[in-house]
């Protein structure tokens, strides 16, 4: 069973997918231009390369190829390595081709801003809200007593199982550091926007490979939790440690409001 608390959640965390995306664009067009065109390109580019084309390569790779996939099974941080870098360079090369050829540009640090939001909004509410969202649905199957029949034949027994165990195992807690992951990672793609606008800008492919690694960087020790290679902690040590710095330097940069004059 899942508790009523964690369902409320479970839901609060679905809405916070939505929220943060929101609050960020809120405090950023106050400060400066954001067009809108900017931003559908943000998510579209997002979705294409990482959804699309970089999964396609993860289906290819760790399940279609017998050779490859039993590979991966067997060398853990090869794994970790694989999927943070193959995160890192599908998002953030999509993300230069993105800027260079189909954003408008509208003032610095808008360009970047808006791109990062949609890039990063689009991945809040696709990872997070959606996700979030089949969990709140997940629990009400379970608690009604509908789970098995309702998910059997569309998932195989472990799977089920698994299933199962993450939401009858679920806490505030976890629900809470989920959420507020999805603000980090907002920030991060709009900090990575800033570095490969300036990429672009100035024609400097070192800047995007600064973007690449540093995403890696960020994405590595999740793989290594998926592998099994470390504990929860020392994961999000790393993405909080990240978001703080992002945050306070989000807060810093951010142009001051324009003045309003004065009447008389």
């Known amino acids: 069973m899942v508790s009523p608390a964690v369902l409320a959640g479970i839901a609060a965390a679905a809405a916070m997918a939505l929220v943060w995306p929101a609050m960020i664009f809120g405090i950023c067009r106050r400060r400066m231009t954001l067009a809108p065109r900017n931003i559908l390109v943000g998510a579209g580019v997002f979705f294409v390369f990482s959804q699309v084309l970089e999964k ?6 760790l399940r279609a190829n017998p050779v490859t996939a039993a590979w991966f ?11 943070a870098f193959g995160a890192a360079l599908f998002e953030e090369v999509g993300r230069y081709l993105g800027m260079r050829l189909l954003v408008k540009p509208s003032g610095n640090p808008g360009t970047a801003a808006a791109y990062g939001i949609g890039h990063g909004g689009i991945e809040s509410i696709l990872l997070g809200g959606i ?3 089949q969990a709140f649905v997940f629990a009400i199957l379970l608690n009604s007593g509908s789970f098995d029949a309702a998910l059997g ?12 165990a993450s939401l009858e195992h679920l806490t505030l807690g976890a629900l809470a550091l989920a959420s507020l ?3 980090v990672a907002l920030l991060l793609q709009i900090g990575l926007s ?12 070192g800047l995007l490979a600064l973007a690449i690694l540093l995403h890696a960087a960020v994405d590595f020790p999740a793989g290594l939790l998926q592998a099994g290679q470390i504990s929860m902690l020392a994961a999000e040590l790393p993405i909080f440690a990240a978001g703080a710095v992002l945050a306070t330097l989000f ?3 951010l142009p001051a409001k324009p003045a309003v004059p004065a009447k008389g």
């Open 251 to 253: 807060l810093y940069k």
């Open 153 to 164: 034949k569309a998932l195989p027994p472990d799977a089920l199982n698994q299933v199962r």
């Open 56 to 61: 396609g390569m993860h289906v290819y790779l």
């Open 194 to 205: 800033l570095i490969v606008w300036r990429a672009v800008e100035a024609s400097n492919f």
């Open 131 to 133: 996700a979030m969202a």
């Open 73 to 83: 099974q067997a060398h853990a941080v090869a794994f970790a390595a694989y999927g």
């Open 181 to 183: 992951e999805r603000l």
